[in-house]
């Protein structure tokens, strides 16, 4: 990944402009379209930590639900039990979340550090497996109330209070004072991992997916490096957890750690593209806006998995570097860029 | 003489079979060595054991690297033995086919220079890594094809790709695998010079092994022969042409 | 306390009905490479056509499950020609990304054609009854199906160790590009080995059908016991598909007895366990 470029476009200005029209949307937006808005960020960041480890590393996990939802279950718990006895007066909601969010990251941090150490030992189809049966088993713990916290399948409730900030009022549970909370952790969010892949550890990474005896050969630990990343991409995943449970006000082992919670950043990192940057982003997009447009159409809504199993069938067989690729090729088209195939 | 690469007793067993069988060579900083032998003679395994893919059943291997001393690197994984100072290139085009070939050597450089933990700087507009990668591209004749995909590339460049990574680590010694593998005579003949030439421009030491007997003979300063997992010679191209061990052994294979 | 027979009878029971989704699962991986997260679809295809065949059409559960078995032995037929076949020189992941598509498209179009509610078939009348023996009695239903699965193992590892095509599955399973070079039709083998995977996770789901309530989310539920035995068994391993199926059979069925919810939770210790300490599986590594 070569990528300096944005979908074939200058990345800087594209950037920015993106970020333009993000921070303008709410204002011109009904409000439930913030708040899909802010589902797509959410979801572009989860989908994009995730393909550190599968478009960059070559890694393929299918239990990231775990960091997911794992961020997510420890903010509410946290929320729920501890927060009401925090001395911060009127400011005490927002700092509960800051340090329940806080919390759900090194939670998800603390499961991947063996579950990766464990995992990397592996190859392919078996750290797929690895990782679907870490997740699995903590759905299962979850789901059976084990430990006591979880309050089993019925999940629990995530609601963020108004904060009393020296007189102004700041109301989380708000969507439009939400979404910029949203977009004020999701942008650096993604700047960061955009570093992260443009660096020499993204760039060894990639060589590591490409070929990974060789790279060792050329003096990297290979199985040390793709650790690191599965802890980053990990990090970046509990930050989207921790970002979606007041989102969905809500938390249940079904919606954040059965496997099929897994294998949403999966479609879309297939369907976006998952050798760009930007990929997953796309996919993300498409993802969350096919499944609004189906909503309008009932027909198509009672079968949407029939929609998205075709969708991925055919980008899979016909275009396997994502609708993302597809774009870029026709960018360079436009632009008269030489360009490889989609 | 400055030992740069030495084996001791060096065996390696695959249950009933010696694939290699108490080799002991002391291979010399200034010389190029050829290793050459018929097919099954434990060639590959041999290199095998020195880049640590593989542990042998016994004996011990040792490496004059970067640290300037020799050591003891037997048994050591093979990004370690890499690190110290050990490079190799392979007989089968093994390069990142999806990466470009000036990335191809961005890895190399990264891994060398210990950069592979950094995760914010960019590797795009890091000048001081273009240019030691592209020094390598200079010295392989890959230059013109820097930002070509090396899953693109024609057979030779890619020879040469193979090359330039063993290379851009600044290896002490670098194992080279039948580099003139599947080539015509002309990329042969380029081959051969462009050994030579980085033989005579670098401080790397050239190990290769070959079944090219001319180019071989053109080429080495010392030839070790195996047969069947022993080494049956260990001399000058004179030497060992009129060693009757040698004759015998190819001969002998050849019914 | 008496002997748990019950709950060895019931394990057993699950373990035969896991066994014929694993085996194909195993099968087909071990031969084409592929690992197939439809096959819990296709299972529960099977459950559904014989609901079909045997309630609506014929009145005879027999038809049914023969049709169900030759049903989705052709779906699964059809699906090699039409899809895996040009994923083969790709990713083994891409190749699962795509079986996980046909899961997302075969339960949407079941649910299109049957709803998503419960369904229930009559267990046949001729195994209506119960079985006494050992002191309890037991469905003879039930023992129909443990019949069944180890019958299909006896089959199986008949056919597979005495058969010429026995042997090219085992040939090709070690090494494709050999095979192909002796003049196995490959993609000829490839379809016929995904057909009797399929054949064979039909006649489970059919099986299963007069046992339980179901829904198109059946697919799910088993794909993911069926990946955890094949693991645990060892991928392409035939008697590990058979042993690991009767092992989870039997985890859930006497977990029940430890707490709600331990059923569920030990398959997935196990196959923790088993891919950190012993990968290839328990019986793996041979191919076999």
């Not at chain 1, 470029?5 to 200005?13: D, S």
């Not at chain 2, 047969?227 to 002998?252: F, K, Q, S």
């Not at chain 3, 180890?150 to 199986?156: I, K, L, R, T």
Request: glycine share 10%.
């Amino acid at each position: 990944m070569s990528d300096e470029t944005i979908l074939g476009l200058p990345a800087r200005p594209t950037a920015l402009a993106a970020l333009a029209v993000l921070v303008v949307a709410p204002f011109v937006l009904p409000t439930f379209q913030t708040y899909v808005l802010s589902e797509v960020l959410v979801l572009a960041l989860f989908a994009t930590g995730f393909n550190l480890l599968y478009g960059y590393t070559g890694l393929l996990s299918f239990g990231h639900a775990m960091f997911f939802g794992g961020a997510g279950y420890a903010l509410g718990i946290f929320l729920r039990d501890v927060a009401p006895s925090l001395p911060f007066g009127g400011a005490t909601p927002l700092v509960a979340f800051a340090i329940a969010a806080v919390l759900g990251v090194l939670v998800a941090t603390a499961i991947a550090i063996p579950v990766g150490y464990l995992s990397v030992r592996l190859e392919e189809i078996y750290f797929a497996m690895l990782t679907l049966s870490f997740s699995m088993a903590l759905y299962t713990l979850v789901n059976q109330n084990y430990f006591g916290v979880t309050n089993g399948s019925d999940g629990i409730l995530v609601l963020l209070q108004t904060s009393n900030l020296f007189g102004f009022q700041l109301s989380l549970y708000d969507r439009v004072t939400y979404y910029f909370v949203i977009l004020l952790v999701v942008a650096p969010a993604m700047y960061i991992l955009w570093r992260v892949s443009n660096s020499p550890f993204g760039l060894v990474s990639e060589a590591i997916r490409e070929n990974s005896e060789r790279a060792s050969g050329l003096g990297i630990d290979v199985r040390r490096h793709q650790w690191g990343a599965f802890v980053l991409s990990a990090v970046f995943t509990g930050i989207a957890g921790v970002l979606v449970a007041p989102l969905h006000s809500s938390l249940s082992p079904g919606a954040s750690l059965h496997w099929t919670i897994s294998a949403e950043p999966v479609i879309m990192t297939v369907f976006g593209g998952p050798y760009s940057f930007i990929g997953p982003t796309v996919g993300a997009l498409f993802y969350r806006y096919i499944r609004w447009g189906i909503t309008q159409f009932p027909l198509l809504e009672a079968h949407w998995q029939l929609v998205f199993g075709t969708l991925i069938l055919v980008i899979v067989v016909f275009a396997p570097r994502g609708v993302s690729g597809l774009l870029k090729w026709a960018v360079d088209r436009v632009r008269g860029n030489g360009g490889e195939s989609a | 003489m400055t030992t740069v690469l030495k084996t001791e007793d060096l065996r390696r067993e695959f249950g009933a079979l010696c694939a290699v069988d108490d080799v002991s060579v002391e291979i010399d900083s200034e010389e190029v060595t050829s290793i050459i032998g018929p097919n099954g003679a434990g060639k590959t395994t041999f290199y095998n054991l020195l880049s640590g893919r593989l542990d042998p059943t016994a004996g011990e291997v040792f490496l004059r690297g970067r640290s300037g001393e020799l050591e003891n690197v037997t048994g050591l994984p093979p990004h370690d033995i890499a690190q110290r100072g050990l490079s190799r290139a392979y007989q089968i085009n093994n390069n990142f086919e999806g990466l470009s070939v000036l990335d191809n050597v961005r890895v190399a450089r990264v891994s060398t220079t210990d950069r592979s933990k950094e995760l914010l700087s960019r590797y795009h507009t890091d000048d001081e890594l273009r240019e030691a990668a592209e020094d390598v591209l200079d010295l392989t004749g890959l230059r013109d094809v820097a930002e070509t995909e090396a899953a693109n590339l024609s057979h030779g460049d890619k020879r040469k790709v193979e090359i330039a990574l063993s290379l851009a680590t600044d290896p002490a010694v670098v194992l080279l695998d039948e580099p003139t593998a599947g080539m015509n005579p002309s990329e042969s003949e380029e081959m051969v010079e462009l050994i030579k030439e980085l033989d005579e421009t670098t401080d790397t030491t050239f190990v290769l092994t070959e079944h090219d007997i001319d180019m071989v003979l053109e080429i080495s300063d010392r030839i070790l022969v195996l047969h069947r997992g022993e080494l049956i010679a260990n001399g000058t191209p004179d030497e060992v042409m009129a060693n009757e061990d040698v004759t015998t052994a190819y001969l002998g294979e050849r019914q | 306390m008496a002997l748990p027979i019950q709950e060895v009878l019931t394990g057993l029971s699950l373990g035969s009905r896991y066994f014929l989704v694993a085996i194909g699962l195993s099968l087909i991986f071990g031969v084409l490479g592929v690992l197939n997260f439809a096959h819990g679809a296709l299972y529960m295809i099977g459950a559904y056509v014989s609901l079909t065949v045997a309630q609506n059409v014929t009145g005879s559960f027999w038809v049914g499950l023969v049709a169900a078995g030759l049903a989705v032995g052709l779906l699964g037929a059809i699906i090699e020609m039409g899809l895996i076949r040009r994923v083969y020189d790709r990713d083994e992941l891409d190749q699962l990304i795509l079986t996980f598509a046909l899961v997302l498209v075969i339960t949407d179009l079941t649910r299109t054609v049957w709803g998503s509610g419960n369904q229930t078939m009559a267990t046949p009348e001729l195994l209506a009854s119960n079985v006494h023996f050992l002191g309890t009695s037991y469905p003879a239903y039930r023992l129909f199906v443990i019949v069944v699965g180890f019958a299909a193992m006896g089959v199986f590892w008949y056919a597979i160790q005495r058969t010429y095509l026995g042997r090219l599955v085992r040939a090709t399973s070690s090494d494709r590009d050999m095979a192909a070079l002796l003049g196995v039709n490959v993609p000829r083998l490839y379809t016929g080995v995904f057909f009797v995977g399929s054949f064979l996770a039909g006649i489970g789901g059919a099986l299963a059908a007069p046992m339980q309530a179901f829904t198109p989310a059946l697919g799910d539920q088993v794909i993911i016991n069926a990946f955890v035995i094949v693991v645990i068994g060892g991928l392409g391993s035939f008697t590990g598909a058979f042993v690991g199926a009767m092992f989870i059979g039997l985890l859930q069925s006497f977990g029940v007895l430890i707490a709600t919810g331990v059923g569920q939770l030990l398959p997935f210790l196990a196959m923790i366990l088993v891919l950190v300490f012993r990968p290839e599986g328990l019986f793996g590594g041979e191919g076999q």
